[in-house]
């Protein structure tokens, strides 16, 4: 728990870096750590307003998440945990009206079987992770989890209970709530073109401040929670209950989880220029897991690296891990407001659609862009037709749930359920069809 100090502590030079064993002076680390509270504000609220976990309860446990994340990998990956996406379309599937006990029941298998994996690479590396799930099939993975929440997003754009602009599928559509997501959406992508550095990095939550000023002049904002919330207070507090048939529509993620913080892990090597960070990619699985179990036990969203939070130490040349415990500080007493967390569930329904059309189509994007990275041919049968499967299949079922007895499963576990096997099924028999001895 000691960092060295950076040179002179103010100022860092052009072709220089803060490594994470060191921090600037304290109010500069103050500084920088209140920008990684804004970097992930946006993102990691946005989950609990779409899924209605409480949002005080899920800061609480992203900051709580962030220090244990640290604790655990000994200070050396610096690292914010915020809400993962990549649990909205199972939660959604979970709940049962206002009740997310169960849900947060598979929030807690997921962490620690992510916490188990953890441990698993800490022995053997992560070679098998790369055999199990090639480019071609972790891609897909990611894909369909942001595309397959595309129904969840215009539900929330058409605002579905009123009548006006237009009618799909017979429903129509609430005229202020297409317009402000129309503002919102525009809004995201004006700051996005306009503005580099942090600016351009939290366009969509200043996007979210442009959306909701404009909800706030049209008058449709109910401000009756927040006058009646308290100015500090503890957070609401969820015991889970268990429910083993969700489990199928929660383990996909597991993967997803994996691919995000082996990236995290190679990304902040790279940019440090330390390979030997590498070799917390077991410590931090299980410090994703841990944390992930801690959240779900108390009633918060799931946690997860954060990608926003690597663009601004990318941006500020900034790595020091003395500026995450200041962060993970910071959500923790802001979460001690529930004025805080009433305000936040005054965003309309349209500003949360117009940002979601945004997001989950990149979270979609970022699957497409590992196969780009990863130069993955499409011309090879093996990798085309297990994708195009799975990918239809999970956009097609949206919010849907297919139940065998006791077992439900959602696009995402079917979806990721399809890839895998297809893929490696097609190319078991491509290794048949050359060499039928070594088969």
């Known amino acids: 728990m000691s960092w060295s100090l950076h040179g002179d502590g103010k100022t860092v030079a052009p072709d220089a870096i803060v490594a994470p064993h060191e921090r600037l002076s304290w109010p500069r680390t103050i500084g920088f750590g209140a920008q990684h509270v804004v970097a992930m504000f946006g993102a990691t609220f946005l ?3 779409i899924t209605g976990f409480p949002a005080s309860t899920t800061l609480l446990f992203s900051g709580i998440g962030t220090m244990l994340f640290l604790l655990i990998t000994r200070n050396r990956v610096p690292s914010y945990l915020g809400s ?11 709940k049962n009206g206002d009740d997310f006990s169960a849900a947060l029941f598979g929030i807690i298998v997921t962490g620690v079987l992510l916490a188990l994996v953890g441990l698993l690479v800490n022995q053997v590396g992560t070679r098998w992770i790369h055999v199990l799930m090639p480019p071609v099939v972790m891609g897909a993975i990611v894909a369909l989890i942001g595309f397959n929440l595309a129904q969840a997003s215009w539900n929330n754009v058409i605002a579905l209970d009123a009548g006006g602009l237009f009618a799909p599928g017979g429903k129509p559509a609430d005229n202020e709530s297409v317009l402000l997501a129309t503002v919102t959406v525009l809004s995201i992508v004006v700051i996005a073109a306009l503005f580099r550095g942090l600016v351009g990095r939290i366009a969509v939550l200043l996007g979210f401040v442009v959306g909701y000023l404009v909800a706030l002049a049209l008058g449709v904002i109910d401000f009756t929670q927040v006058e009646a919330a308290d100015w500090i207070g503890l957070p609401d507090f969820t015991t889970p209950s268990v429910d083993w048939s969700i489990l199928p529509m929660f383990l996909p993620v597991v993967f997803v989880l994996i691919a995000e913080n082996v990236g995290h892990v190679r990304s902040v090597a790279h940019l440090v220029k330390d390979d030997s960070i590498n070799e917390m990619t077991g410590r931090t699985l299980f410090a ?3 944390a992930t179990v801690v959240a779900g036990l108390g009633g918060g969203s799931a946690t997860t690296t954060y990608g926003e939070n690597i663009g601004v130490m990318s941006a500020t040349r900034v790595f020091s891990t003395a500026a995450y415990w200041v962060a993970g500080i910071i959500a923790v007493l802001l979460a001690m407001s529930p004025k805080i967390g009433a305000l936040l569930f005054t ?11 945004a997001l989950y189509g990149i979270i979609g994007l970022i699957g497409v862009r590992m196969w780009i990275d990863e130069r993955v041919d499409f011309g090879q049968q093996r990798n085309l037709f297990p994708v195009a499967v799975a990918l239809i299949l999970a956009m097609g079922m949206g919010n849907d749930v297919l139940v065998f007895g006791d077992v ?3 696009g995402i576990a079917i979806g990721t359920a399809a890839v895998l096997v297809l893929y490696h099924l097609m190319a078991g028999l491509e290794k048949l069809r050359k060499d039928p001895a070594k088969a």
Request: charged content about 5%.
């Open 84 to 94: 993962s996406f990549a649990f909205i379309a199972p939660v959604l599937a979970a």
């Open 47 to 49: 989950v609990p307003i």
């Open 288 to 290: 994703d897991g841990a």
């Open 347 to 357: 965003i309309p329904n349209g500003v949360i659609g117009g940002a979601t059309l």
């Open 408 to 410: 439900k499963l959602g």
